[in-house]
């Protein structure tokens, strides 16, 4: 049982610099919440505010309703799991593990059941006598991980754990990760800067930049309608499409002008805007490369020729310019095209590209937030 | 005279037997002292502190810790940290002053003090002054010089011809050691053709004069002497004992006689300095004779000081000097234990005798008149040996001595009374004493109406009174007298 | 100085790219002496704002604080006890007594004399029953300046203390009007190894170089305004006293004072110049030496590369005293080498190793040089064996010879890397007593920089001159201490434009 | 044409390779050769002095009996209890004061760090007289000049924190921070993580803190004065060089040499790894 409450948590450094600012979130017991944005922007600070490691400048830390700020690590109920794994190199996998029993002075008998056991876990047990230097990486990984289960803590923070791994392993460690949670059934807390992982594990998402939140949300939340033009391009992959361009209004319907085509607001979309009222004018307007559609005609049409092509397997990706030499990236999947299709896409071919209103994202090019939100 | 002189010494004797008398009750005790001795005499030293303990008639016993320290670094030691120091200690004569500015010699009581001037020679019981007062015990009077030479190399008939052992030298070449870029024994030269440097002292040790003339006529040949040995490739600028290391003239003292002795065996020489020629006159090289001394540190407690002036009288009195002739050749300061046999049998102490001819009792010399002394010797060997650039060296001495001089606080801070006074025409300086600020001519003079001066400070112009010359108007003999707080300056009759 | 862009320097010719750069550099040195004077200004300013804050504090705290807040002020450590922490009482309470009484019977006294340093010298009785002198002393001018400087370092802890005491008792009461509570003894015992562990780690190093390091060169700087000298000290009949600075004057004034027929400011410009000389050629030398011989072992092919490194290595075992005594007695003018080679008939007269002040200057370089090589040689082993091996991968397939590869990656990377090293070895060199003192003493003598403070060598450095002034004829510590100082402002000075111009030299944590 | 370039480039390696190898030699000789002279002439006993040969024309142990029959046992005494206190004391001072500057962020860790680093510029030889006082009025000189050395050189030895410094510096934070949230103190953070994986560095400090003694003769003469039996080794023989002493002494100052370099040397090649990592470290961290 442990849910972890910020409030107007700052972080300020000697030299003046805040590396984050006002910090507001409730953290609800067994939640799993992922911090991600891109380096410097203050979410492995305020992990380790949660943590202890930092000073807290200002605000308060609350773990099961106590206010931890002026709490010792050891003392805050919580268990961390670090970026280059911080295994004590001078000790075996078994007493890296065991490490923080043995500061608790739990009876030794207590502390090899515990260690094996959660070496069975994570199905490390025949490296338990050896040192770290002779682990792979992942096997490290997973030592530090063990080393965090044993301490049976209220809340488990992990700071970037998969980020030393090579891609193959990290996909499977994200997994382990899934399963470990589903067995701890406690809070998580887990900082990263990718995308994927955030998407993939989180309960909520929190991203963050500049030390200032930009959105807190479910996976499914901050993909579907992110908030500002920051999470739009930070979520999913290829980065989403923006372009500049003007949003009419005629009656009850609204279009949008990328181009020179003009393209209308249709579905979902549309009716919010009406509900929004939203003035005609500039904006900035998202599709997601994935949204985006080979075809169209005429009006809806936007005139455009290849430049690379790359081919993913299931999908291609098109990088293509517009008239005005604007970049785009279209996503088409593979199994969308025959032979004949797949032949003409070479450098230099012209193609006309489409998209529908529900893939369309509103950003009002000043401050840069969600029109509908 | 002999006569004469036994009977003073018997009545002195007699006189602080007297004194003692009355207090030995007071002075009988068991003392801890401890004494620092140059590192061969540390085991005679406490064999004669065991003698002093088994035959004095006081009382005293001298709970004695004798430590190696040699007489040069014992002065530095002393001066660094007085209470740290030791009680009785062997020092070099040059050292006095800076001992006794220093507060660490204690002045000789009056028994002590004839002690000391009736047992020992001219030379070392002025070296023991300074004032009118005495500081210290004469241990030896053999800190000269004089020269040890190889048969081999340098026939008998040519040791009393500087140019004569050169030529020896060069031809068989072979080195000539002479420490000339130490003024200790460069001052030999100037010695040698009539040249002299006294420094003089008050009654407190304070330097306050120097009378040195270096810088003359004479100090030219001295300085041609010296270019003549230190511009000849086998010149060695060294007092060591040199024999195994190619040198077949050294010039060193009696220290060395007993490693040189070793070196050369059948070939040892030894003998006075030779004599040097210029313009057809043969000038002998003269050199500074030296006695080291023991001097006590200043003690808060009377008695012990008493029972250590005792101890210091015992180790130094004719029977210890001549155990140390005996046991390390060292000559002794005591008249009569210069007459003993053991003595007279060492040759090292033979030839320093002959040598005494030529020599000058070391006098107190300013600490820095070494370092600046000595550079005579670099720098006349880095002349031509023309008359000009040797004068040149010497008056570059004149203008060292004469800064060093007005460094001391003494002279910087001194008046002094310049003008048309007392024979001179404002080119020298007449002292002057002080009383609190009231500064007063050291003599009266004989002055004529129109007679002007001025008092200065420091020897310089920036402060000195009165502004315009002080004129006198009606002749006499007055004091002068300057109150350095107004900057008045008045005539006082003498009485 | 005309500011090119990025691309306009790249247009430059190697040689006006060479001219542009050292100007670069000299132009930025009356910048970084001023931001210097700017950083100097705005800490005394920054330390009388923190004084007014701090002040400012203390009367709010007073007035806003409860009545044991304000027996506090007066009785240190009250508060605590009335608020149930009472190590911390106790522990203030004993520091004030402690104050209190050494004020009373030793630290006034000390202070009254400080002005003046004491009046009366030791006397001298004549006692005529034991025929003997007595000496007492009084006044005693070091213990006065020693015990004066202490009280006042102690008068310094302990407002330190009391405002602690003050600041403390302000929290306190912060804490429990937010209802919480406060640190008990235990606590305060407990977090001594824990979130205070680095006050109980400093404690004693500090306080060691508090008192051995700081305090005797708050003493020596002051002995510098006195007239110390073996004449003036605490035991001689004269005292020393303030003289203000005057021994300034002597130093720097171009007139009079020394006696070797030159001032003392000339004789301290020689004696700067060959300093700086040595400390330049003694680490450079030793730099590109040892670099080179560290990359002749290091070469691939080259074997028994452990024994090499073993032989140099085990000279920097062998303690200086020995090597460097054993090897400029070797090179004296009787010594083993002149001996020898004249014994082989190579030379008629020896060589004046320690006796031609040129032939001495070259002889303590090579000297030093054989040294230095060990320490470099290791030392440039790490880090070359740190380059990547891609670069000269690279570099090789680019058509460079090895010389080109040595001057495009192996200096370049070494003099970065090693660039703050490089500093502290050249003012380490400036301070090299050792090596100096050791082989020549500072021998051979100058004649016309010797004479009031000492004999002066040719290749003596100011640290062994300092040495000299202190044990020679007269022991006149005051100069030694303006020279003290002296070296202290030319070390501060080039470390700081070094430190300020060259762009490697960055604050630590780009190291970590 | 390839074979030939291939042969070329092996016969110039073979060229370069030799003469690196003559050089090397050349350097070891004269890197040994003093050494070697002192022992030769360490058992010299036809005379004491200098002499302008090195192969004794006599051999014997005159020189080692001298020094046993000298106050040479005493001195080496001195030393080897000030280098083993000092080995112990200023390992832990100069331990605490790295570790800390280096893992602690403390308000005052700038200030501090920059302190010091000022004080390091005043050069040491000035504060020996007032040092010397200090410790005689502490009763600490002259015949109790080792326990006085011992706390004047263990006293300052926290400015000389900044090789052990940028080793701390080395070891992630990351273990800290591991054991502290798995628990432990900052106390035992240090005893547990830290040291164990600073054994170089602290092997280096000892063997440097245990060398230095041996060559201190300025301070040491200075403390000591006067008194031999609170002389170090160094202190000892340097008066043995003096003009007056060293055609007595030259050979037995020789001996001694030879036994006061030969334990420090085998320790010092025992612990030459070490030594190497800490120099090296140091270096770069400044």
């Known amino acids: 049982m442990a849910s972890v409450k910020l409030t107007g948590v700052k972080k300020i450094y000697d030299n003046k610099v805040v590396a984050v600012h006002d910090f507001d979130l409730d953290i609800h017991d067994k939640e799993f919440v992922v911090f991600v944005g891109p380096s410097g922007c203050g979410k492995s600070t305020t992990l380790r505010m949660i943590a202890g490691l930092e000073d807290i400048s200002e605000g308060t830390v609350e773990i099961d309703g106590e206010v931890v700020n002026d709490l010792q690590p050891k003392d805050r109920g919580i268990a961390m799991v670090f970026q280059n794994y911080a295994l004590y190199p001078h000790m075996s996998v078994y007493d890296n593990i065991a490490f923080s029993l043995r500061l608790k002075k739990v009876p030794e008998d207590v502390v090899y059941e515990r260690v094996t056991n959660a070496a069975a876990i994570l199905g490390i047990t025949e490296y338990l006598m050896r040192k770290p230097r002779a682990l792979s990486g992942g096997q490290r990984q997973r030592v530090a991980i063990g080393r965090a289960m044993v301490r049976d803590s209220k809340v488990f923070l992990m700071d970037e754990p998969l980020s030393n791994l090579d891609a193959k392993l990290r996909n499977q460690m994200r997994a382990e990760i899934i399963l470990l949670r589903q067995k701890l059934d406690t809070t998580f807390i887990y900082v990263t800067h990718d995308q994927t992982e955030a998407m993939t594990l989180g309960d909520r998402i929190v991203i963050m930049k500049d030390g200032y939140i930009m959105q807190v949300g479910t996976p499914t939340e901050v993909f579907e309608m992110p908030h500002n033009l920051f999470v739009a391009e930070f979520i999913g992959a290829p980065k989403m499409n923006i372009i500049k361009t003007n949003l009419l209004r005629e009656g009850d319907k609204y279009f949008v002008t990328p181009f020179g085509s003009k393209l209308p607001v249709n579905g979902e979309k549309g009716k919010m805007l009406l509900e929004k009222n939203a003035p005609a004018g500039e904006i900035l307007l998202g599709v997601r490369p994935e949204h985006m559609m080979l075809g169209g005609e005429g009006e809806t049409a936007i005139e455009c020729s290849l430049v690379v092509n790359e081919m993913m397997g299931s999908e291609f990706h098109l990088h293509v310019d517009t008239a005005d030499g604007s970049r785009l990236i279209v996503r088409v999947p593979t199994i969308d095209l025959d032979a004949e299709g797949r032949g003409a896409l070479v450098a230099g071919q012209k193609l006309s590209i489409t998209f529908e209103g529900k893939a369309m994202h509103f950003f009002d090019p000043a401050t840069e937030n969600n029109l509908l939100v | 005279m002999k006569k004469l002189f036994a009977i003073l010494l018997a009545l002195s004797m007699l006189l602080s037997m007297s004194v003692f008398a009355s207090a030995s009750s007071e002075i009988a005790g068991t003392y801890d002292v401890t004494i620092w001795a140059p590192d061969a005499a540390v085991d005679l030293t406490k064999s004669q502190v065991e003698a002093f303990n088994s035959s004095n008639e006081m009382g005293i016993v001298i709970n004695a810790t004798v430590e190696p320290v040699s007489e040069a670094d014992a002065a530095s030691n002393m001066i660094l940290d007085v209470s740290a120091g030791a009680d009785l200690y062997f020092f070099a004569q040059d050292q006095l002053s800076r001992l006794i500015q220093a507060n660490a010699l204690t002045k000789l009581g009056q028994g002590a003090a004839a002690f000391v001037k009736d047992n020992n020679s001219a030379g070392s019981v002025l070296a023991a002054q300074a004032g009118e007062d005495y500081y210290a015990y004469p241990l030896t009077a053999d800190n000269g010089y004089f020269m040890y030479y190889d048969k081999s190399v340098v026939p008998e008939e040519d040791v009393d011809s500087l140019e004569a052992i050169i030529a020896d030298c060069e031809a068989a070449g072979k080195n000539f050691s002479f420490e000339l870029e130490n003024a200790w024994y460069n001052a030999g030269f100037f010695f040698g053709t009539g040249c002299h440097s006294d420094w003089i002292t008050d009654d407190a040790g304070n330097f306050i004069a120097i009378d040195d003339d270096f810088n003359s006529d004479a100090g030219l040949i001295a300085a041609k002497g010296i270019y003549k040995l230190v511009s000849s490739p086998i010149y060695v600028n060294s007092g060591n004992a040199d024999f195994a290391s190619g040198s077949a003239v050294v010039v060193t003292g009696t220290w060395n006689y007993a490693t040189i002795l070793e070196q050369l065996g059948d070939n040892f020489g030894v003998a006075d300095l030779p004599s040097f020629e210029v313009d057809g006159a043969e000038y002998h090289i003269g050199s500074y004779s030296g006695c080291k001394l023991l001097g006590v540190k200043p003690q808060e407690d009377a008695v012990k000081g008493a029972a250590l002036n005792q101890l210091a009288q015992f180790l130094t009195n004719k029977d210890c000097q001549i155990q140390r002739t005996v046991e390390f050749g060292w000559g002794p300061a005591n008249k009569e234990a210069v007459q003993d046999e053991a003595v007279a049998s060492n040759p090292a102490l033979t030839a320093l005798a002959e040598q005494s001819n030529y020599a000058i009792p070391q006098p107190n010399i300013h600490g820095s008149w070494w370092d600046i002394a000595k550079v005579i010797t670099t720098d006349v060997k880095a002349t031509d040996g023309s008359d000009d650039a040797l004068k040149a060296a010497l008056q570059k001495y004149e203008d060292s001595i004469a800064a060093v001089f007005e460094m001391t606080d003494e002279v910087r801070n001194a008046f002094t009374l310049i003008g048309t006074v007392g024979g001179t025409n404002w080119d020298t300086d007449l002292p002057m004493t002080a009383e609190g600020d009231i500064w007063t001519s050291n003599e009266a003079y004989e002055m004529e109406a129109g007679t002007e001066f001025k008092c200065r400070q420091g020897k310089a112009w920036d402060t000195a009174y009165p502004a315009d010359n002080f004129v006198v108007e009606t002749a006499g003999t007055y004091y002068v007298q300057l109150d350095a707080a107004s900057g008045e300056v008045s005539l006082v009759p003498a009485a | ?512 | 044409m390839n074979e030939k370039r291939h042969m070329g480039l092996k016969t110039l390696n073979r060229v370069s390779n030799t003469s690196i190898y003559i050089l090397l030699v050349i350097i070891s000789v004269i890197w040994l050769l003093p050494f070697i002279f002192i022992v030769l002439q360490s058992f010299r006993v036809e005379s004491t002095y200098q002499v302008g040969y090195v192969i004794p024309k006599q051999w014997g142990w005159q020189n080692y009996i001298n020094l046993w029959n000298s106050d040479f046992k005493r001195w080496y005494l001195n030393t080897f209890i000030i280098a083993l206190a000092a080995a112990v004391l200023i390992t832990i001072i100069q331990l605490c004061m790295s570790y800390t500057l280096s893992r602690f962020r403390f308000k005052l860790r700038g200030p501090l760090m920059r302190f010091m680093l000022i004080l390091g510029m005043f050069p040491g030889m000035l504060t020996m007289i007032i040092l010397y006082r200090v410790l005689s009025d502490l009763g600490l000189t002259q015949a109790n000049a080792v326990p006085g050395l011992i706390l004047v050189s263990v006293a300052s030895s926290g400015m000389g924190y900044y090789v052990s410094k940028g080793f701390f510096d080395t070891i992630p934070k990351s273990l800290d921070e591991a054991a502290r949230v798995d628990g432990a103190t900052r106390f035992q953070v240090l005893y547990k993580i830290i040291l164990p994986l600073a054994k170089p560095i602290v092997i280096y400090t000892i063997l440097t803190a245990f060398m230095g003694p041996w060559g201190d003769f300025v301070f040491a003469r200075y403390v000591a004065f006067g008194t031999s039996s609170g002389y170090n080794v160094a202190v000892g023989m340097y008066s043995w060089l003096t003009n007056d002493q060293i055609a007595r002494m030259y050979t037995t100052f020789c001996a001694g040499g030879v036994i006061v370099a030969v334990p420090v040397t085998i320790l010092f090649l025992c612990l030459q790894k070490y030594y190497v990592e800490g120099v090296t470290g140091g270096a770069v961290k400044g």
Not at chain 3, 180 to 194: A, E, N
Not at chain 3, 330 to 335: D, E, I, L, P, Q
Not at chain 3, 343 to 367: C, H, M, N, Y
């Open chain 3, 1 to 512: 100085m005309k500011h090119y862009s990025d691309l306009e320097f790249l247009r430059l010719s190697k040689g006006q790219r060479f001219v542009y750069k050292l100007t670069a550099f000299f132009c930025g040195i009356p910048r970084a002496i001023g931001r210097l004077f700017i950083k100097i200004w705005s800490l005394i300013k920054g330390a009388f704002l923190a004084i007014g804050r701090e002040i400012g504090d203390v009367c709010s705290t007073f007035k806003n604080g409860d009545w044991k807040t304000k027996t506090s002020f007066l009785v240190m450590g009250f508060g605590s006890f009335a608020r149930g922490q009472i190590l911390r009482g106790v522990l203030f309470l004993l520091f004030e007594v402690v104050f209190i009484g050494y004020m009373f019977i030793a630290g006034g006294h000390w202070l009254s004399l400080l002005p003046s340093l004491g009046k009366e010298g030791p006397s001298s009785e004549y006692n005529a029953v034991l025929d003997t002198y007595v000496t007492a002393y009084h006044d005693n001018s070091f213990k006065i300046l020693l015990y004066g400087v202490l009280t006042i370092f102690f008068i310094i802890a302990f407002i330190y203390t009391w405002r602690v005491n003050v600041k403390q008792n302000k929290i306190s009461e912060q804490i429990l009007k937010s209802g919480k509570k406060l640190k008990g003894s235990k606590d305060d015992l407990r977090s001594m190894v824990d979130e205070n562990f680095h006050a109980t780690l400093l404690a004693l190093p500090m306080t060691g170089i508090m008192v051995f390091t700081v305090m005797p060169i708050v003493f020596m700087v002051l002995v510098a305004f006195t007239n110390y000298d073996g004449a003036h000290n605490g035991f001689s009949n004269n005292l020393f006293t303030w003289v203000g600075l005057d021994n300034f004057n002597t130093l720097l004034s171009w007139s009079g004072g020394n006696g070797g027929g030159q001032s003392y400011s000339a004789t301290f410009g020689e004696i700067l110049t060959w300093t700086l000389i040595w400390a330049f050629l003694a680490t450079f030398t030793n730099y590109f030496l040892g670099m080179g011989v560290a990359m002749m072992i290091n070469k691939k092919g080259i074997r028994l590369k452990k024994m090499w490194r073993t032989i140099l290595v085990m000279t920097v075992a062998i303690p200086q005293f020995i090597s460097l005594l054993y090897v400029g007695k070797m090179f004296a003018r009787n010594g083993l080498i002149n001996l020898s080679l004249m014994d082989l008939g190579w030379i008629k007269q020896p060589l004046p190793f320690w006796e031609d002040p040129t032939w001495a200057r070259i002889s303590v370089i090579a000297i030093n040089i054989w040294v230095g090589i060990p320490y470099l040689m290791l030392i440039t082993t790490g880090i070359l064996m740190n380059i990547p091996a891609d670069l000269y991968e690279s570099a090789r397939i680019d058509g460079a010879n090895a010389w080109q590869q040595y001057r495009k990656i192996t200096l370049p990377y070494m003099l970065f890397i090693t660039g703050p090293y490089l500093l502290t070895s050249f003012t380490g060199n400036m301070n090299n007593f050792n090596v100096i003192y050791l082989l020549t003493g500072g021998a051979p003598t100058n004649p016309a920089a010797s004479g009031a403070a000492g004999s002066v060598g040719y290749t003596d450095l100011l640290i062994t001159w300092l040495f000299k002034i202190t044990t020679g004829a007269e022991s006149q510590y005051y100069l030694a201490s303006v020279v003290g100082i002296m070296v202290f402002v030319v070390v501060a000075f080039i470390s700081l434009v070094v430190y300020n111009v060259l762009p490697s030299i960055k604050n630590e944590e780009d190291y970590q």
